[in-house]
């Protein structure tokens, strides 16, 4: 962690007013969606989580539905499920957003522009899920199975 922590805050930055709501989603359960314009390369929040070490993490989560854990390393990964809004990020293959990782944070960015109303959404890339994961994203070119 770094000096500066801020981490157990669930509270927005000072001057930064939440600009997402979570809200039911035609890709997958519920959704983030922009409550606002958002610009592009904008940070838009992070992700919350609780450090764990692989692989026991990954056992752990094995045959959930959903699962909420975001791998930082080859050793260590973040479990998000009491992470705040962000954890309902869904994957598209045409994403209008992505995760930058630093050190064990995990912050949202948006990749271009996001209309008011616009699902936010992530390429996931690999999941730890067992069988792979249908996707649902619609996009032109999308890859079915993650
Ligand atoms: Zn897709």
Same mark, same amino acid.
């Not at 007013?17 to 314009?37: K, L, N, Q």
């Not at 764990?52 to 390393?73: C, F, K, N, W």
């Given at each position: 962690?770094?000096? &500066?922590n801020?981490?157990?805050?669930?509270?927005?930055?000072?001057?930064?007013?939440? $600009?997402?709501?979570?809200?039911?989603s035609r890709?997958?359960?519920r959704?983030?969606f922009? /409550?606002?314009?958002?610009?592009?390369?904008r &940070?838009? /929040?992070?992700?919350?989580?609780?450090?764990?070490?692989?692989p026991a993490a990954?056992r752990?989560?094995?045959?959930?539905?959903?699962i909420?854990?975001? !791998?930082?390393?080859?050793?260590t990964?973040?479990? =998000?499920t009491h992470?705040?809004? *962000?954890? *309902? +990020?869904?994957?598209? =293959?045409?994403?209008n $957003?992505?995760?930058?990782?630093?050190?064990?944070?995990?912050?949202?960015?948006?990749?271009?522009?996001?209309?008011h109303?616009? !699902?936010?959404?992530?390429d996931?890339?690999v999941?730890p899920? +067992? !069988?792979?994961m !249908? $996707?649902? $994203?619609?996009?032109?070119? =999308?890859?079915?199975?993650?």
């Amino acid at each position: 962690m770094s000096g &500066k922590n801020h981490s157990g805050s669930r509270s927005h930055p000072p001057g930064q007013r939440s $600009c997402i709501e979570v809200r039911s989603s035609r890709i997958e359960g519920r959704g983030v969606f922009a /409550g606002c314009d958002l610009p592009a390369r904008r &940070k838009i /929040g992070e992700i919350h989580g609780v450090l764990r070490m692989l692989p026991a993490a990954r056992r752990q989560v094995e045959g959930r539905t959903r699962i909420y854990l975001i !791998e930082l390393s080859a050793r260590t990964a973040l479990d =998000c499920t009491h992470g705040g809004p *962000f954890r *309902f +990020l869904n994957h598209s =293959c045409r994403p209008n $957003c992505y995760l930058r990782v630093q050190r064990n944070r995990v912050e949202v960015y948006t990749l271009r522009r996001v209309d008011h109303g616009s !699902e936010l959404t992530v390429d996931y890339g690999v999941t730890p899920h +067992l !069988e792979g994961m !249908e $996707c649902r $994203c619609a996009s032109p070119g =999308c890859r079915r199975r993650l």
